[in-house]
Structure formats: C-alpha cells, structure tokens
C-alpha cells in the first residue's frame, strides 16, 4: 500500500510537471524568509500562482534563466503615497510589487478603489484616512480621496481650514466615526492617521477613532502628534487604553533623536502583549508639503529644524524665512533634513522594524528619492556594503513581516510576502552583488540597479531590467475582496 501510495503521488508530481508553466524561472537562489529556505531552486508560475518550486529544471512557455541572481518574495510597500500608475511604474524598478498607503489613507473609499481599477501595474490598496474623513465632517460635501494627491482642494480651503484647526464637537465627531466605519466596511484597510496635520484633533478624539480600530479588530497606522518620544507615548497610551493594535509609522522621523528609547519603549510594549509595529525609511531627510497644518506657528520646535534644513522640492533650494512664506502661501513639497546617520541605520537593523518608503507622488519628476530606492537601498547599501543586516533579515523586513501585519484581518495577504506553493507569484528577481538604489535628491526617479525581473500576479511588470509599460496586473488589497 506504502508503494502504491508512493507511485500516485509521484504520477501527480509528473503529470504536473509535464504540463508547461506559464512562466519558470530556472535556477535562482531562492530566498524566503518565511521558511528561511536559501537554495536554488526552479519556481513554475500557472494562472498567477506559485505552481511548484523544484529543485531540477521545470519546462515552461516562458523560461527566464536567474542563475546567480536571488528569488525572492515580491517587497511589500506598507507607507506608499505615490499611487498613480507611473508612481508604481517607478517603484516596480526597486523590486516592489504591492503598494499600501496605510498612513493618510483615503475617503471615500469604494470610489477611489474603482478609480483605481485597470491603471495599476502594482497591487494597491489603503486605509480609511482620519484626515480626510476629518475634512468631510467640518467641511460638508468636501470628498477629498486621497490626500497626499488631492491636497489641493484642502489648499483651497485657505490658510486656517476648520478641518484641521478646529477642535471637534459631537457633532464633527459622529460624522467623523460614522464615515470611518463606512470606510471600513468598503475595505479599508485598517484606519490611518496623519496627527500631526490635523492638530486640533485632541487625544479625545483620536481615542474614540482608536475605539472603532479595536471594534473592528483593524489597527491603526499613525503619524504621531508631534516628533520624540513623548508623542510616540500619547498614541501607545491611546493603543492601550482603547485595546487598538498601532503601527507607527516612519519611526526614523518619529523618534528623531530618541531612537534608542523608542525602540525600547516599543518592544517593551509587545513584550507586555499588545499588538504593535512600525517601519523605517533608509534616508535621513523627510519630505511634506508645505502648506500643511505641520508648518503651522511652532514647527521649528515641534520638527527641531530651522528655515535652512528645508529645501524646495522642485528646485533643491534651501529655504529662508521670506521663501518659507513665499512657498507656504504657494504650497508644494519640501525636502527636510531632520534624521542623523545613527538613528536611522538602528531602526533599519532592529528586530521587527520593517521597510517602508513613506514615497510621495512624484510631480514633474521631482520629490524625494525613498520613492524610488527605498528597498535597493537597504538590499545593496545597508545589507551588503555596511553589513548591517544579513540579506535574509532584510528580506524579511520587506516581505513577511509587512504581509504578516495584514493578515490576520486581511485573508489575501495570507498569499503575498513567500516563496511557497499556492502564493500568488509576486516575484522579485536581483543580483546580490549589485543591486543598489540610484535615484538622489537632484535625480529623484532614476531607477536601481540589479533589478532584472519584478512579476506581479505571475505578469512581468520589469523584464530584463528593462519596464514593461503596458503592463497593468495589479489587483486591490481590502479587507472583503
């Protein structure tokens, strides 16, 4: 009986391998941090799925020779503003494969999802914002979308919008709650908060939105109150008063100079039991627009810079006291020099910090460079030249562990950040010897190298290191697909 079991089930494995695959690639190091498997392999891709992974050669309709290259996990991008077709484009050359705009979000979300259908060569997918449902509720009719590309209608509401500056009534906050509980159940991806562009939202406030993250056992994404330990504090307390899970996020800007605390303060608080994250982008300057409420009277104290640690996005120009007006009143992205060396490269070393890039949208191919070499960048210039990390923990902070975030409330992240049977065939495809970020401040799109082939759903969107512009394979992530 043994036997006989033995020779069905290899007649299977035969039948399935006699069978052409719609795509192979032979003879990668496939890397997956999920089972720390590090061995070449022969990956057949069928119908956007992750058919078999053998290790001798496998007969395909497409054949994509990778010796001497890694296999791994297409990379996960929990903080990825930048959700416009050629922003994807962009970022598929770094490797990336599924995009998340966790922090801002958007509102209304059932209609930016179907705006979204048909343009994207990535997956996607975001939160329900706090701002912009914020914005709703004191500016009635007012449907912003997406806020890191719709900030124009806030623009237009003027220097001081109620939306920001003024502090909610029971009133502001049923609509408020109502609309996230809306968003919700159109399948956002959790809840996202951007504190520090809505001041006037007190702690009471952000504690009854926390209240609907722990209701819906969704967590909340936040860029916190203000920058140091002290803001990071107010939204772990929230967490834990309100039983919400918390991510926070960019923490290499976050936690600023108190990098070391926070990390401490935040494994302390798993250690404790509660569900909390958060992520680091490998640069040391932020970027935001100018206009935002996060330049209101008090920023220098608040981001601990002056005039001089900002430049014009569009131009590189550092800014003075008389730009900083010019440019406020104008509105547009800035570049800010805020982080130092050391903190940054300790959150991308520490257990459980994940890769993020927090990438803008690119407007005339200006912004910042984290959009497009994020997750080059720590592969080629923190993992191999500094020897931070070893490749595979850097893998892991930009496959599993951003997929493992999601998924115990999101089931279609169960098949997304490993190399395993039955995952969807998101795929990237790099040389360990030379994959690097190349996109800078002055050059901020340029594309990174060594990088050949990046499959999203089993659809080449890079192919031989070159992008494949017609291809659009990118499927929503929510919550109830």
Known sequence: MKLF????????????????????????????????????????????????I???????KKILEVKGHVVAPGFIDLHAHGQTTGDMQIKACDGVTTVLDLEAGVYPVAA????????????????????????AAFHPGMEIGHWAVNRAKIAGLGAEPDGANKVARDAELKLMGDAIKRGLDEGALGIGFGINYTPAAAPGEIAAMFRIAAERKVPAYVHTRAFG?????????????????????????????????????????????MDISTEVYPYTAASTVLESAMFNPGWQANLK??????????????LTQESFERYRNEG???????????????????????????????????????????????LGHYSREKKLLPLMEALAKMTILPAQRLEGYVPMMKGKGRI?????????????????????????TTASAGIPHVIV?????????????????????????
């Not at 810079?305 to 550092?318: C, K, M, N, P, V």
């Open 420 to 444: 395993a049977l039955g995952a969807d065939a998101d795929i990237t495809v790099f040389d360990p010897a030379t994959v690097i970020d190349r996109a800078t401040f002055e050059s901020p």
């Open 457 to 481: 759903n089993g659809v080449p969107v890079v192919l031989d290191g070159k992008l494949v512009k017609e291809a659009r394979p990118g499927r929503a992530v929510r919550i109830n697909p």
């Open 305 to 318: 810079i002056d005039y001089g640690d900002l430049a014009w996005a569009a131009t590189g120009e550092r």
């Open 229 to 273: 330990i002290a803001a990071i504090e107010e939204a772990i307390n929230a967490a834990k008063t309100t039983g919400a899970a918390l991510h926070i996020v960019h923490v290499g800007s976050s936690a600023i100079g108190d990098m070391r605390e926070v990390l401490k303060l935040i494994d302390a608080s798993k250690a404790a039991g």
């Open 5 to 52: 079991l033995l020779f069905a089930v290899c007649f299977q494995i035969s039948l399935c391998f006699a069978e052409e695959f719609d795509l192979v690639l032979n003879n990668g190091r496939v890397m997956d941090p999920a089972t720390n498997l590090d061995a070449v392999r022969h990956i057949g891709i069928r119908e956007g799925k992750i058919a078999a």
């Open 112 to 135: 930016w999802y179907r705006a979204m259908e048909d343009t994207a060569p990535l997956n996607y997918g975001a939160t329900v914002g706090h701002i912009a449902a914020r914005f």
């Open 332 to 378: 547009g992205w800035v570049i800010i020099y805020m982080m130092k060396d050391e903190n940054v490269e300790m959150a991308i070393a520490h257990p459980g910090v994940m890769i993020a890039s927090d990438g803008v949208p690119f407007i005339d191919g200006k912004g910042h460079p984290r959009g497009a070499g994020t997750f080059a960048r720590v």
């Open 54 to 60: 053998s290790d001798t050669p496998l007969p395909g």
